[in-house]
């Protein structure tokens, strides 16, 4: 059992452009309507590493902001998950194709922001953090698996970890072998005591339960098809406010319960 | 960072150019031999060194998992066929249940040359990439840890850390929590990295590779050479009554640079912070380390930031040196590499000496030492730093 208190989130993805307006479509309050992720600046960094971010750090970085700015804590002082289901995929495709060329050519700030990491490295130039911050990685288990990952230093470390969950699309070719339709990405910060802003408790255990799935069809198709999107049955809970228990796709032969209680 | 709880390095092997194995990577680092040479990869054109792992190509991996075939879970089957590491996994299996052992792996580019060959060979009108490459069980950051998961018929927790060069270093920290949590009682951690264009022409585009064999702490050094390997330990729940020659996990302290995305904080400040909470984890003082194997790439950044914060907090009497020289820098494998490097200097009494080094920068600090040291040692601190300014310190020692 991992218990922990989640606090600010963020939100974004095809249709879904923060947190506040992703909550009223979750809970049925708005119809979702797909439309293409609009990805925002990252105005926290300085010019010249604003220049050099692709789509990946601004929508992790994007999300990362928008969880820390509603939370009761210094993101400076946060450790932080990032977990992505894989690289730039952009990035990835101009490597690829520079190397598939008999010049070879690989340009050296490509190569740099190659790494799985990068926007954690970003996120803690951004903040001047100087605390712990993993980048991992399970392909479609990706979601779970970083959740699992910041509840252990929630719990074990009793610290306030800033967890990101983050995808972005593939170019052709790649698309075709990896077809993930858009970039989304959610953020939340964990903390291991209730605190003013806090949003909801919540216990994740493993189980080998059937994952829920998304009742609104086009919410489904985000779920199945981007691995952050596994969470939207959580989002969907917290964004009603309500108690509930909801099984998120893991592994082959493991899935994650998380059981929710609303801060009221 | 408050003390944790010693884990039980139950078995560990590692494979490299130095050795398939740990008996001929014991045998190499006793003969400060070098397994670096010029580089004749594939069809690479660079001027520079590399540290390749012979009859890679020639491993093959059982017949149910052929969609994982390439170049980095090879090397990851090779190695996992070493030092009795498979009757390991199955005992611990048999002790604690295949789903409370997790399996964090660390990589930093996986498979991705099956995607460098596969853009070789696009379909000349459609552009499509040919029909039997397979991105998710090769190329994605995953591949491995999944393959190692499969293989070993683990059923707990997985994952891969992907934090560039200390990747291999942070499955240890992600272990300990998941350990402590209680989600698991036991976890196979490690790292596999392999030979690829990406690296070897990244970083060539950086100016970071050396045309010769890699010399850290050398007052001519000028960059790195890129090895690779698989190295991979089982970590347990440490019971009261281990053996006298038991290796034990005392420490983890992890940190970032807030600096740069591709240089080391000029003073090391990171890295001092990852050391610093790495002897908190363990609850030791600075005096209780008897030698630091050294992140010690050989790039004149690394070794300056890295020299100016083991000094800042050892002093400049520790012994300490980089295997690099000898192995080259096996990227995200060389946190788990250097891990076994670590354990076995514990075992045997070893401390050793960096190969390829002829002169010590008069301006770094530490104790650099470029000969073998034969005396006991008992705790073992290992850097493993990373682009995106990510630090991992981890401390091993000998029980009591």
């Not at chain 2, 401390?351 to 390829?356: E, N």
């Amino acid at each position: 059992m991992l218990p922990g208190y989640v606090g600010g989130i963020g939100v974004l993805g095809p249709g879904l452009r923060n947190w506040p307006q992703a909550a009223a479509i979750l809970s049925g309050k708005q119809p979702y309507a797909a439309e293409p992720t609009v990805l925002p600046n990252p105005s926290m960094l300085p010019p010249a590493e604003r220049r050099r971010t692709g789509r990946v750090v601004k929508l992790a970085l994007g999300v990362a902001l928008e969880a820390t700015a509603h939370a009761d804590a210094d993101p400076a002082q946060m450790p932080s998950v990032f977990s992505s289901s894989g690289g730039d995929g952009h990035i990835c495709h101009e490597i690829c194709q520079a190397l598939a060329l008999s010049t070879r050519e690989v340009s050296p700030t490509r190569f740099s922001n190659s790494v799985h990491n990068v926007a954690a490295g970003y996120w803690s130039i951004a903040t001047g953090s100087m605390t712990e911050s993993n980048a991992v990685c399970a392909f479609d288990a990706s979601f779970t698996a970083g959740l699992l990952d910041a509840m252990t230093q929630v719990t074990v470390d009793r610290q306030t970890v800033l967890f990101v969950a983050y995808d972005t699309e593939y170019p052709p070719p790649l698309h075709a072998k990896r077809p993930i339709p858009d970039a989304l990405g959610i953020a939340m910060v964990l903390a291991p005591e209730r605190t003013a802003t806090s949003v909801a408790r919540i216990d994740v255990t493993l189980t080998d339960e059937v994952p829920d799935r998304m009742s609104d069809p086009g919410l489904e198709a985000l779920r199945s098809a981007i691995p952050a999107a596994r969470a939207l049955p959580l989002m969907r809970l917290l964004a009603l406010g309500a108690a509930g228990r909801v099984v998120l796709d893991y592994l082959d032969v493991s899935r994650a319960a998380v059981q929710v209680e609303p801060c009221a | 960072m408050k003390p944790m709880k010693p884990l039980l390095l139950a078995q560990f092997t590692a494979t490299s150019c130095i050795g398939t194995g740990v008996a001929p990577t014991l045998a190499s680092l006793a003969g400060q031999r070098s397994g670096l040479r010029r580089c004749d990869f594939e069809t690479v054109k660079i001027d520079t060194h590399i540290g390749e792992v012979p009859g890679v190509d020639a491993q093959r991996l059982p017949a149910e998992l052929q969609l994982f075939d390439c170049r980095n879970n090879r090397l990851a089957e090779l190695a996992l066929q070493q030092d009795g590491f498979f009757d390991a996994v199955k005992g611990a299996a048999a002790r604690w249940g295949r789903r409370r052992i997790g399996v964090f792996i660390g990589t930093s580019t996986a498979g991705i040359m099956q995607t460098e060959l596969a853009y070789r060979a696009r379909d000349p009108v459609s552009g499509a990439l040919p029909v039997d490459f397979e991105y998710g069980t090769t190329h994605n950051s995953f591949s491995v840890a999944d393959y190692v998961r499969r293989r070993c018929g683990l059923d707990g927790p997985a994952l891969a850390v992907s934090s560039a060069c200390a990747s291999s270093a942070k499955v240890f920290g992600t272990a300990r929590r998941m350990i402590e949590a209680g989600l698991i009682d036991a976890a196979l951690v490690g790292g596999t990295d392999s030979l690829c264009l990406t690296t070897l022409y990244g970083f060539h585009s950086l100016q970071l590779s050396s045309p010769a064999p890699c010399r850290p702490f050398d007052v001519a050094r000028d960059g790195i050479s890129i090895g690779e390997a698989a190295a991979f330990a089982l970590l347990e729940r440490a019971s009261d009554q281990v053996g006298g020659d038991a290796i034990l996990l005392y420490g983890v302290g992890e940190s970032s640079d807030a600096y740069h995305m591709s240089a080391p904080h000029p003073e090391g400040l990171g890295a001092k912070r990852a050391m610093q909470a790495a002897l908190a984890a363990a609850s030791l003082e600075p005096g209780d380390i008897d030698y630091i194997n050294l992140h010690g790439t050989g790039t004149p950044s690394n070794d300056r930031s890295e020299s100016q914060a083991v000094t800042s907090i050892f002093g400049p009497t520790t012994p300490c040196s980089s295997t690099k020289g000898a192995t080259g820098h096996t990227l995200g494998a060389a946190g788990a590499l250097e891990a076994v490097i670590s354990a076995l200097a514990i075992r045997h009494g070893m401390m050793p000496g960096g190969v390829q080094t002829t002169r010590i920068d008069p301006t770094l600090t530490a104790h650099y030492i470029k000969e073998n040291r034969h005396s006991p040692v008992r705790r073992v601190l290992s850097n493993s730093f990373g682009f995106g300014g990510t630090n991992c310190s981890l401390i091993f020692g000998c029980a009591g």
